[in-house]
């Protein structure tokens, strides 16, 4: 029973993974789709490949994730909770998905293991600390993303002022395909580490093993989850992000790419889970900003940091619902 149940977790948490790869990675690529700098085709392909490297290179951010907001082997229940955890954040980047929203993936998915472990422990389940500091660098990284991508697209409309913008535009749409494949990567070091963390969590929640160590055959389904939902694509949220925003040209695209790259790539290091989504929205927003502050339709950003506000406290409660449920039921 306890080897089904740990299946159904690995299964669930590569769904979540694979689901994470279309909804997510469709940010990392929305530039250079939406400004022709590469065909939606061989963005997708290449952020598939990008993503698997850039998720088997770290372990760090599992290990945040998988012992940051509770401790697994003192929860009673924990492979329960990481199947409640996994359902309602599936459904939330369903939901979010269907809408177009570029919601965040990472909210979701602690947002749920929070709401899950509140249900199932209390609140005393909950590490404070470790919740809080993965909650601290969810907020501020959006602001660092924002910062960079200003500056970086400040220093850029100084620098070429006086330059043709036919041959900028040009050249930089050749340095797009660089920025999408480093944004890609990125991406992969931090997002797929997200499942890797919580299938980890089951395994010591269920005496499976006793270390937050990243086995190889965990890291490597979860980086081929991530790449073959990348293959599938996210349309929508690539509509949204590359052209609603503002009108994204070669030059906005590249300085939003390396500002908000270089801030998931830091993270990652770090070992702090940070929402890819927000992190390269707020970067396009920056950029934005810099190039003509009016241009940006601050009407839709208003509607996609709705969407960040009211993530984690939706999928706390979705998934206490879903773990009460499973202990009606089943339990």
């Known amino acids: 029973m306890d080897i089904l149940i740990l299946c159904i977790v690995v299964f669930f948490a590569l769904s ?33 490949v990008m993503n698997f490297l850039g998720a088997i290179t770290f372990t760090g951010v599992a290990k945040t994730i998988g012992s940051g907001i509770a401790d697994p082997a003192q929860l009673e229940n924990g492979t329960i909770i990481v199947i409640a955890a996994l359902i309602s954040a599936i459904a939330w980047n369903l939901i979010t ?12 998915l602690i947002g749920s293991l929070a709401g899950a472990v509140i249900a199932s ?42 330059a043709n913008p036919h041959r900028v535009n040009k050249g930089f749409r050749y340095g797009q395909v660089v920025t999408a494949m480093f944004q890609s990567f990125s991406h992969g070091t931090n997002d797929a580490q997200k499942a890797m963390g919580i299938i980890v969590f089951a395994l ?32 929508k949220i690539i509509k949204t ?52 502050f009016a241009a940006v339709k601050w009407g839709v950003a208003g509607r996609i940091v709705v969407a960040w ?19 009606l039921i089943f339990l």
Request: charge should be positive; charged fraction near 10%; glycine fraction near 8%.
């Open 97 to 108: 998905w269907w809408f177009g929203i570029p919601s965040s993936s990472s909210h979701a």
């Open 241 to 292: 992000m590359g052209t609603k925003i503002f009108k994204i040209e070669p030059v906005n695209g590249f300085a939003a790419d390396v500002g908000s790259a270089v801030v998931i790539l830091t993270a990652t290091i770090l070992r702090l889970p940070v929402s890819t989504t927000h992190v390269i929205t707020s970067s396009i927003l920056g950029v934005g900003s810099a190039k003509r």
């Open 204 to 235: 010591v929640a269920a005496d499976v093993q006793d270390t937050m160590d990243v086995p190889l055959w965990v890291k490597l389904s979860a980086a081929l989850a991530m790449a073959l939902g990348t293959s599938v694509g996210g349309w």
């Open 121 to 162: 422990a209390g609140f005393k389940a909950v590490n404070a600390g470790g919740f809080l500091d993965i909650l601290k660098a969810l907020l501020i990284s959006p602001l660092i993303a924002f910062t960079a991508g200003f500056i970086i697209m400040w220093i850029l409309k100084k620098v070429l002022a006086k």
């Open 16 to 48: 979540f993974d694979f689901i994470n790869g279309f909804h997510d990675t469709a940010n990392a690529i929305a530039t250079s789709v939406s400004t022709r700098a590469l065909k939606p085709r061989v963005a997708i392909l290449m952020a598939a």
């Open 309 to 327: 506000v009211i993530t984690i406290p939706i999928s706390v409660i979705m998934a206490a619902g879903v773990y009460w449920l499973i202990d």
